[in-house]
């Protein structure tokens, strides 16, 4: 075989198997945090969950903070 159609089979191979390929779109950026007000801590041996966003259902969720014993 020629290298010019060795060449050749290989970019339609690569040209075929890239045009499977699905690129999902991008997340948009998360957004800055809300500002949390931590209340009193309920009892000793809590600690503070600072709140975060999670993905899901196509958009960025908050998740509020909250208290946590040991």
Request: aromatic fraction near 12%; charge should be positive; hydrophobic fraction near 40%.
């Amino acid at each position: 075989m020629s290298r010019t159609l060795k060449t050749l089979l290989g970019a339609t191979l690569v040209a075929i198997t890239l045009s499977g390929c699905i690129v999902a779109p991008a997340r948009p950026h998360r957004p800055p945090p809300p500002v949390e007000v931590v209340p009193v801590m309920p009892a000793p041996g809590y600690h503070w969950v600072a709140g975060h966003y999670r993905w899901g259902g196509g958009e960025w969720r908050w998740v509020p903070g909250h208290w946590r014993a040991y």
